[in-house]
C-alpha cells in the first residue's frame, strides 16, 4: 500500500514539475538587442592575501559599473559605483581602489571640457569604515601595511613642472604627512622606506628624498637644480638610484648622470654609501650620446651592476632650416618601410641602446647598436644574449624574424657566437645560466659558463615541433612550461604531456606519465605564485587541462615520478585560477555556452566549489540554446570537430535555419559562453535564442590553397550537420569577419549550398592585398600573404595563377548567391579597397550585392551607435533569407545618400 501511495506522490511531484517547467519555458522571451544593455562582464577581481576577501565588478553593456566589496564566507560588506584598479594591504586588513564619476557626470564634464578625476576611497575591512580623497591618481600600499602613499592630481594642468602632492597615511595611527611637488614615489620591497622626486616650480627643492619609516625621518638624497627621472630601488638589496639631469639649449635630449646610493638600512645614522656616474668623464662613452630618462633604470639582483639606455644626442632644428616641402623618400634600400617608420616616428624619438654599468669599477658597455638592436639580460647572472639580424632584415625572400645569436658577458663586453640563421628564439634561464632556440622542433640549449650547445630533446628521442602549426615556416615547438627552482631542469611541453630534461645529466622524463597523450589532454603547468619564476619540484605541481576531443576542462595535481591525479575535471571551460598569497584559497571560473564565467571559490583541493558571483541572473528570463560537439572528415581525409549551438526550443527530428561562423579552429570554442555585447560579430546566444542553429568548424590549410582549404572545411561540416538532420539544407547563411571574411567570400565564388552570405572587412583580391600595406602597423601585407595567415608560401610574382585561383574577386563571375558586405572606411588591418573591388565587381556582374561601409570605423566597428546598426541589419539580412522575414528598405530599394540619416534599419517601406 505504502509503495502504491509512494508511486502516486511521485507521479503528482513529477507532473507538477513538467507543468511547470512548461509554464517556465512559456513565460521566458526570446533574446534581442535591445536586451543587451544588461548583460555584465566581471572586471576588478581580486583575492585578500589572506582569502578571506574578493572584489568583483558587474559591468554591463550600458550603464555604470558596481564594484561588490565581499567576504567570501559572508554577505557582500559594500559596493561602489565605478570603482576599480583595486589593492588589498599585505596584512588583508585594508582595500583601496578608485572611484571614477558616473557616466552622465563623465558626459557633463567632457562636454565642459573638464578633466575627467578619479576619486580614492580606502576600507578598513574590518570595521567596513570608508575614507575618501578626491582627485587622485595612484596609489600603494606598504609591505608592512601600515601605510599607504596617495598621489594626487596636479590642480594646475598648465604648470611646467611636474609635481603634486604626495600623502602619507598612516593606517595605524590615523596621521598624514603632505609632501609637496612630488613627481613619482615608491616604496623599496620591505616597507621600510619611501622615496620620492621631486619636480617643483623653477626647480627649487628638486631632488630624491627618502623617508625612514621606522622613525618618519627624512633624507635629502641627492638634491639640485636638476630633473629627476627613473627612480629605481634593488628588489633585494638595500640600494636606490635615480637619473638626474639639465638640458642645453639647442639640444633635444638631457644630459643625464647617475646617482645611487646603498645600504639604506631603517633607523640610520648616516646614509650609506652614494657615487655618481657622469658619461662625460668616461672616455669609454660614446661620443655624441647621452644617458637617457626614456629606458628605465634597474639593479641587477647582486646589486653590482645597473641597465640603462643611451641615445644620441640631437639639435633642435630651427624653423629656418625646416624643409619646407612635405615627402617621404622611399627607396628600394629602406630597412623598414617609410609607413612603417611613420608609424613607429613616436616610438622611435624616444629610442634607445641597452647599455650596462659596473658599479665596482664604473665600467661602462653599449650593449645594442644598430645592428644587434636587441638584448637580454639577467637580473641573476652576468651573461646576456644579443640578437644581430642585419644579414636578414632586407631579404624580403624570407619571412621576417631570422637572427644571429650571440652571448655577452656584460663584466667584460666579450661576445660569442651561439648560433647564426635562428627563427624561434626561446629565452633566458630565470637563473641566467641557459638560453633556448629551436630549429626544426629540437629544442638547442647554449650553456654561457661552458660556452657550450647541447641538443637537449635529443636525449627525450622525440621531435617537440608543433605539427598542427599549418603556417609555410619552420615550425615552432610546443613552448617552455617553465623551469625548476634549483635551475638543474628544463619543464618543456608537448602536444599533450610534459616533459623535465636534466641539465647536468641526460636524464628525461615524461612528467605527465603519457596520460596527456593517451586521452588527448592537454596539460599544462600553472604557477600560483605570481612571483616566483621557477617551480619547486619538490612539491605538488598544479596542472591545467583541457580535454582536446571532449572539451573538458579543469585542473590535474602531479607530483614528479607519480601519476596526475585528477583535481577537478568537467564538461565545462575552467580557468583563471587565483591563489590568496598566503591562504590555501584559490577563486576560479567556470563557463559553458549557458553558464556565465561566474567565480567559485574553493581550497586547493578544488572539492566543494562555492559559487561567489551571480553576473546575470537574467538570463533565465530568456531562451537560451545548447551546444553538442558535430565529429566530420573533410574531403582531404582530416577528422575535424564542429561545436553547434542548437536553438532554445529545439526538437530532435525537426530541422532548423543555420548560420555558419568561422574563422579557422573554432571547436575549442564549444564551452565558451555566448556574451551578448555590443560589436559585428553574430552572436550565438541571440540566434538560437531565436530558433537558429550556429555552427563553428575548424578549418586546417594546406599551403599555397587557404580558399580551397576553407571551402572544404566548412562544407564538410555543413554536410555532416544535414546528415545529422539538424539543418534545413535550403536556408544555411554564412558569416566571417577579416580573415573569416576572406573566407566566406571565397566560398560564395564556389557554392550555391548556401543562401547568403555575411561579410565582414574581407580581403578579396590577394593580389591587390600583397601590394598595399597593413595601415595599423605600416608593415607591408606581403610576408603577411606569404607566411603567416595567407599561407601562399610564394609571391604572386612566383605563382600568379595560385594567387588568382585563390582570390574571392577573380571568381566573382560564379556568383549565384545574395551576399553582405560589412567595410569600415578607416579599417587599419584590411583596406577598405579590398571590399570595394569586390562589391564594384559583383556590381557589374549583376550579382545581389549590398555592401555596408561605415565611415572612419577601423578593422572592427567601435561606434556603439553602428556596432547596434551593423547587428540589426545583419539579423534582418539573415531572416529575410533564413526565415523568409519581410526585408527593409535598404535591403530591397538601398538608401539615398541625403536620406540615410531619416531611413534606419527598420524602415519596410518607402515613406511618402
Given at each position: 500500500?505504502?509503495?502504491?501511495?509512494?508511486?502516486?506522490?511521485?507521479?503528482?511531484?513529477?507532473?507538477?514539475l513538467i507543468?511547470?517547467?512548461?509554464s517556465?519555458?512559456q513565460?521566458?522571451?526570446p533574446?534581442?538587442?535591445e536586451?543587451?544593455?544588461?548583460w555584465?562582464?566581471?572586471r576588478?577581481?581580486?583575492?585578500?592575501p589572506?582569502?578571506?576577501?574578493?572584489?568583483?565588478?558587474?559591468?554591463p553593456?550600458?550603464?555604470?559599473?558596481?564594484l561588490h566589496?565581499?567576504?567570501?564566507?559572508?554577505?557582500?560588506?559594500?559596493?561602489?559605483?565605478?570603482?576599480?584598479?583595486?589593492?588589498?594591504?599585505?596584512?588583508?586588513?585594508?582595500?583601496?581602489?578608485?572611484?571614477d564619476p558616473?557616466?552622465?557626470?563623465?558626459?557633463?564634464l567632457?562636454?565642459?571640457?573638464?578633466?575627467?578625476l578619479?576619486?580614492?576611497?580606502?576600507?578598513?575591512?574590518q570595521s567596513?569604515v570608508?575614507?575618501?580623497?578626491?582627485?587622485?591618481?595612484?596609489?600603494?600600499?606598504?609591505?608592512?601595511?601600515k601605510?599607504i602613499?596617495?598621489?594626487k592630481?596636479s590642480k594646475?594642468?598648465?604648470?611646467?613642472?611636474k609635481?603634486?602632492?604626495?600623502?602619507?597615511?598612516?593606517?595605524?595611527?590615523d596621521?598624514?604627512l603632505n609632501?609637496?611637488n612630488?613627481?613619482?614615489?615608491?616604496?623599496?620591497?620591505?616597507?621600510?622606506f619611501?622615496?620620492y622626486?621631486?619636480d617643483?616650480?623653477?626647480d627649487?627643492?628638486?631632488g630624491m628624498?627618502?623617508?625612514?619609516?621606522?622613525?618618519?625621518?627624512?633624507?635629502?638624497?641627492?638634491t639640485g637644480?636638476?630633473t629627476?627621472?627613473q627612480?629605481?630601488?634593488?628588489?633585494?638589496?638595500?640600494?636606490?638610484a635615480?637619473l638626474?639631469?639639465?638640458?642645453?639649449?639647442?639640444?633635444?635630449e638631457?644630459n643625464?648622470?647617475?646617482?645611487w646610493?646603498s645600504?639604506?638600512t631603517p633607523?640610520?645614522?648616516?646614509?650609506?654609501?652614494?657615487a655618481?656616474?657622469?658619461?662625460?668623464?668616461d672616455?669609454?662613452?660614446?661620443?655624441?650620446?647621452?644617458?637617457?630618462?626614456y629606458?628605465?633604470l634597474?639593479?641587477?639582483?647582486?646589486?653590482t651592476?645597473?641597465?640603462?639606455?643611451?641615445?644620441?644626442q640631437?639639435?633642435?632644428?630651427k624653423e629656418?632650416?625646416?624643409?619646407k616641402a612635405?615627402?617621404?623618400?622611399?627607396?628600394?634600400?629602406?630597412?623598414?618601410l617609410?609607413?612603417?617608420q611613420?608609424?613607429q616616428a613616436?616610438r622611435?624619438?624616444?629610442a634607445t641602446?641597452?647599455s650596462?654599468?659596473?658599479?665596482e669599477?664604473?665600467t661602462?658597455?653599449q650593449?645594442?647598436?644598430?645592428?644587434?638592436?636587441?638584448?637580454n639580460?639577467s637580473?641573476k647572472?652576468?651573461?646576456?644574449?644579443?640578437?644581430?639580424?642585419?644579414l636578414y632584415?632586407?631579404?624580403?625572400?624570407?619571412?621576417?624574424g631570422f637572427?644571429?645569436?650571440y652571448?655577452?658577458n656584460?663584466?667584460?663586453?666579450a661576445?660569442?657566437?651561439?648560433?647564426k640563421?635562428?627563427?624561434r628564439?626561446?629565452?633566458?634561464?630565470?637563473?641566467?645560466?641557459w638560453?633556448?632556440?629551436?630549429?626544426?622542433?629540437?629544442?638547442?640549449?647554449?650553456?654561457?659558463?661552458?660556452?657550450?650547445?647541447?641538443n637537449?630533446?635529443?636525449?627525450?628521442g622525440?621531435?617537440?615541433?608543433?605539427?598542427d602549426?599549418d603556417?609555410?615556416?619552420?615550425?615552432?615547438?610546443?613552448?617552455?612550461?617553465?623551469?625548476?627552482?634549483?635551475?638543474?631542469?628544463?619543464?618543456?611541453?608537448?602536444?599533450?604531456?610534459?616533459?623535465?630534461i636534466?641539465l647536468?645529466?641526460?636524464?628525461?622524463?615524461?612528467?605527465t606519465?603519457?596520460?596527456?597523450?593517451?586521452?588527448?589532454?592537454?596539460?599544462?603547468?600553472?604557477?600560483?605564485?605570481p612571483?616566483?619564476e621557477?617551480?619547486?619540484?619538490t612539491?605538488?605541481?598544479?596542472l591545467?587541462?583541457y580535454?582536446?576531443k571532449?572539451k573538458?576542462?579543469?585542473?590535474?595535481?602531479?607530483?614528479?615520478g607519480?601519476?596526475?591525479?585528477?583535481?577537478?575535471?568537467?564538461?565545462?571551460?575552467?580557468?583563471?585560477v587565483?591563489?590568496?598569497?598566503?591562504?590555501?584559497?584559490?577563486?576560479?571560473?567556470?563557463?559553458?555556452?549557458?553558464?556565465f564565467?561566474?567565480?567559485w571559490?574553493?581550497?586547493?583541493?578544488?572539492?566543494?566549489?562555492?559559487?561567489?558571483?551571480?553576473a546575470?541572473?537574467?538570463?533565465?528570463?530568456?531562451?537560451?540554446g545548447?551546444?553538442?560537439?558535430?565529429?566530420?572528415?573533410?574531403?582531404?581525409?582530416?577528422?575535424?570537430?564542429?561545436?553547434?549551438?542548437l536553438?532554445?526550443d529545439y526538437?530532435?527530428?525537426?530541422?532548423y535555419?543555420?548560420?555558419?561562423?568561422?574563422?579557422?579552429r573554432?571547436?575549442?570554442r564549444?564551452?565558451v559562453?555566448?556574451?551578448?555585447?555590443?560589436?559585428?560579430r553574430?552572436?550565438?546566444s541571440t540566434y538560437?535564442?531565436n530558433?537558429y542553429?550556429?555552427?563553428?568548424?575548424?578549418?586546417?590549410?594546406?599551403?599555397g590553397?587557404?580558399g580551397?582549404?576553407?571551402?572544404?572545411?566548412?562544407?564538410?561540416?555543413?554536410k555532416e550537420?544535414?546528415?545529422q538532420?539538424?539543418?534545413?539544407?535550403?536556408?544555411?547563411?554564412l558569416?566571417?569577419?577579416?580573415?573569416?571574411?576572406y573566407?566566406t567570400?571565397?566560398?560564395?565564388?564556389?557554392?550555391?549550398?548556401?543562401?547568403?552570405v555575411?561579410?565582414?572587412?574581407?580581403l578579396?583580391n590577394?593580389?591587390s592585398?600583397?601590394?598595399?600595406n597593413?595601415?595599423?602597423?605600416?608593415?607591408?601585407?606581403?610576408p603577411?600573404?606569404e607566411?603567416?595567415?595567407?599561407?601562399m608560401?610564394?609571391?604572386?610574382?612566383e605563382?600568379m595563377?595560385?594567387?588568382?585561383?585563390q582570390?574571392?574577386?577573380h571568381?566573382?563571375?560564379n556568383?549565384?548567391?545574395?551576399?553582405l558586405?560589412l567595410?569600415?572606411?578607416?579599417?587599419?588591418?584590411?583596406?577598405?579597397?579590398?571590399?570595394?573591388?569586390?562589391?564594384?565587381?559583383?556590381r557589374?556582374?549583376?550579382?545581389?550585392?549590398?555592401?555596408?561601409?561605415?565611415?572612419?570605423?577601423?578593422?572592427?566597428?567601435?561606434?556603439?551607435d553602428?556596432q547596434?546598426?551593423?547587428?540589426?541589419?545583419?539579423?534582418?539580412?539573415?531572416?529575410h533569407?533564413?526565415?523568409d522575414?519581410?526585408?527593409?528598405?535598404?535591403?530591397?530599394?538601398?538608401?539615398?545618400?541625403?536620406?540615410?540619416?531619416r531611413?534606419?534599419?527598420e524602415?519596410?517601406?518607402?515613406?511618402?
Amino acid at each position: 500500500m505504502r509503495a502504491i501511495l509512494n508511486q502516486r506522490l511521485f507521479k503528482i511531484i513529477f507532473g507538477l514539475l513538467i507543468c511547470s517547467q512548461l509554464s517556465f519555458g512559456q513565460t521566458q522571451k526570446p533574446l534581442t538587442l535591445e536586451d543587451y544593455a544588461q548583460w555584465n562582464q566581471i572586471r576588478n577581481t581580486a583575492l585578500s592575501p589572506d582569502g578571506n576577501y574578493m572584489t568583483y565588478a558587474y559591468t554591463p553593456n550600458e550603464g555604470d559599473a558596481t564594484l561588490h566589496i565581499r567576504k567570501l564566507d559572508a554577505d557582500t560588506l559594500r559596493t561602489v559605483i565605478n570603482g576599480k584598479k583595486v589593492a588589498f594591504s599585505e596584512d588583508s586588513k585594508w582595500l583601496a581602489f578608485f572611484v571614477d564619476p558616473t557616466k552622465e557626470a563623465i558626459k557633463k564634464l567632457k562636454k565642459a571640457k573638464d578633466p575627467v578625476l578619479s576619486d580614492l576611497q580606502i576600507v578598513n575591512l574590518q570595521s567596513n569604515v570608508v575614507s575618501e580623497v578626491t582627485s587622485v591618481k595612484d596609489f600603494s600600499f606598504s609591505k608592512t601595511a601600515k601605510f599607504i602613499a596617495i598621489h594626487k592630481n596636479s590642480k594646475d594642468k598648465k604648470a611646467d613642472h611636474k609635481g603634486s602632492d604626495l600623502l602619507l597615511k598612516d593606517l595605524v595611527g590615523d596621521k598624514t604627512l603632505n609632501i609637496g611637488n612630488v613627481s613619482n614615489f615608491a616604496f623599496n620591497k620591505e616597507g621600510t622606506f619611501l622615496s620620492y622626486l621631486v619636480d617643483a616650480d623653477g626647480d627649487n627643492g628638486n631632488g630624491m628624498y627618502l623617508i625612514d619609516l621606522s622613525n618618519m625621518r627624512t633624507w635629502p638624497l641627492h638634491t639640485g637644480a636638476f630633473t629627476y627621472n627613473q627612480m629605481s630601488w634593488n628588489k633585494e638589496k638595500k640600494q636606490i638610484a635615480v637619473l638626474f639631469g639639465t638640458k642645453d639649449e639647442g639640444n633635444i635630449e638631457f644630459n643625464n648622470t647617475i646617482y645611487w646610493a646603498s645600504n639604506l638600512t631603517p633607523g640610520m645614522t648616516t646614509v650609506g654609501n652614494q657615487a655618481t656616474y657622469a658619461s662625460e668623464k668616461d672616455a669609454k662613452f660614446p661620443k655624441n650620446m647621452v644617458i637617457s630618462e626614456y629606458a628605465s633604470l634597474n639593479f641587477n639582483e647582486a646589486g653590482t651592476q645597473l641597465v640603462f639606455g643611451v641615445k644620441e644626442q640631437q639639435t633642435e632644428l630651427k624653423e629656418d632650416d625646416e624643409l619646407k616641402a612635405n615627402v617621404d623618400v622611399w627607396h628600394w634600400k629602406d630597412e623598414r618601410l617609410q609607413s612603417r617608420q611613420i608609424v613607429q616616428a613616436k616610438r622611435d624619438q624616444k629610442a634607445t641602446f641597452k647599455s650596462i654599468l659596473n658599479l665596482e669599477n664604473k665600467t661602462f658597455f653599449q650593449l645594442e647598436n644598430d645592428n644587434m638592436t636587441y638584448v637580454n639580460t639577467s637580473e641573476k647572472n652576468i651573461w646576456a644574449v644579443g640578437s644581430v639580424d642585419t644579414l636578414y632584415r632586407k631579404n624580403v625572400n624570407i619571412p621576417g624574424g631570422f637572427e644571429d645569436l650571440y652571448s655577452i658577458n656584460t663584466k667584460t663586453g666579450a661576445k660569442q657566437l651561439i648560433a647564426k640563421n635562428v627563427y624561434r628564439n626561446m629565452g633566458m634561464s630565470p637563473n641566467g645560466d641557459w638560453t633556448l632556440f629551436s630549429k626544426d622542433g629540437e629544442v638547442m640549449g647554449y650553456h654561457f659558463e661552458k660556452g657550450s650547445l647541447t641538443n637537449l630533446t635529443a636525449k627525450t628521442g622525440i621531435n617537440f615541433s608543433d605539427e598542427d602549426n599549418d603556417k609555410p615556416v619552420e615550425k615552432p615547438t610546443y613552448g617552455v612550461a617553465g623551469w625548476s627552482k634549483d635551475g638543474n631542469t628544463l619543464l618543456l611541453n608537448h602536444k599533450y604531456d610534459l616533459w623535465t630534461i636534466a641539465l647536468n645529466s641526460d636524464m628525461t622524463a615524461n612528467l605527465t606519465q603519457g596520460l596527456g597523450n593517451e586521452g588527448s589532454i592537454r596539460f599544462r603547468l600553472v604557477q600560483l605564485d605570481p612571483e616566483a619564476e621557477a617551480f619547486d619540484l619538490t612539491k605538488p605541481l598544479l596542472l591545467s587541462a583541457y580535454g582536446d576531443k571532449t572539451k573538458k576542462g579543469g585542473y590535474y595535481e602531479v607530483e614528479v615520478g607519480n601519476t596526475p591525479k585528477v583535481l577537478r575535471y568537467e564538461d565545462k571551460m575552467t580557468s583563471r585560477v587565483t591563489k590568496a598569497k598566503h591562504a590555501d584559497k584559490v577563486i576560479f571560473t567556470e563557463q559553458t555556452f549557458v553558464d556565465f564565467p561566474d567565480y567559485w571559490t574553493s581550497d586547493l583541493s578544488f572539492e566543494k566549489p562555492k559559487k561567489i558571483t551571480n553576473a546575470n541572473p537574467q538570463q533565465s528570463n530568456y531562451k537560451w540554446g545548447k551546444r553538442v560537439l558535430i565529429d566530420y572528415t573533410d574531403e582531404r581525409g582530416h577528422e575535424l570537430q564542429a561545436t553547434l549551438a542548437l536553438p532554445a526550443d529545439y526538437e530532435p527530428g525537426k530541422t532548423y535555419p543555420m548560420v555558419v561562423y568561422f574563422y579557422e579552429r573554432m571547436s575549442q570554442r564549444h564551452h565558451v559562453y555566448s556574451m551578448p555585447t555590443y560589436d559585428d560579430r553574430p552572436h550565438m546566444s541571440t540566434y538560437a535564442s531565436n530558433g537558429y542553429l550556429v555552427l563553428m568548424p575548424d578549418i586546417i590549410f594546406d599551403v599555397g590553397l587557404p580558399g580551397s582549404s576553407a571551402l572544404d572545411d566548412v562544407t564538410s561540416a555543413v554536410k555532416e550537420v544535414i546528415k545529422q538532420g539538424y539543418a534545413n539544407p535550403n536556408k544555411i547563411g554564412l558569416q566571417g569577419h577579416s580573415w573569416g571574411g576572406y573566407e566566406t567570400s571565397f566560398i560564395v565564388t564556389q557554392t550555391d549550398m548556401f543562401a547568403t552570405v555575411v561579410t565582414g572587412a574581407p580581403l578579396t583580391n590577394l593580389i591587390s592585398m600583397y601590394n598595399v600595406n597593413y595601415k595599423r602597423s605600416g608593415s607591408s601585407n606581403g610576408p603577411l600573404l606569404e607566411w603567416s595567415q595567407g599561407r601562399m608560401g610564394v609571391s604572386p610574382w612566383e605563382n600568379m595563377e595560385l594567387y588568382q585561383s585563390q582570390s574571392p574577386l577573380h571568381h566573382a563571375p560564379n556568383i549565384k548567391t545574395p551576399f553582405l558586405i560589412l567595410h569600415g572606411t578607416a579599417d587599419g588591418a584590411v583596406d577598405w579597397n579590398q571590399g570595394l573591388e569586390f562589391y564594384s565587381a559583383a556590381r557589374r556582374l549583376g550579382k545581389e550585392v549590398i555592401l555596408l561601409s561605415y565611415p572612419d570605423e577601423p578593422h572592427h566597428l567601435q561606434k556603439e551607435d553602428n556596432q547596434k546598426d551593423f547587428q540589426i541589419r545583419m539579423k534582418q539580412y539573415f531572416d529575410h533569407y533564413l526565415k523568409d522575414a519581410p526585408a527593409p528598405l535598404w535591403m530591397t530599394n538601398g538608401i539615398e545618400h541625403l536620406d540615410k540619416k531619416r531611413l534606419g534599419p527598420e524602415v519596410l517601406e518607402k515613406e511618402d
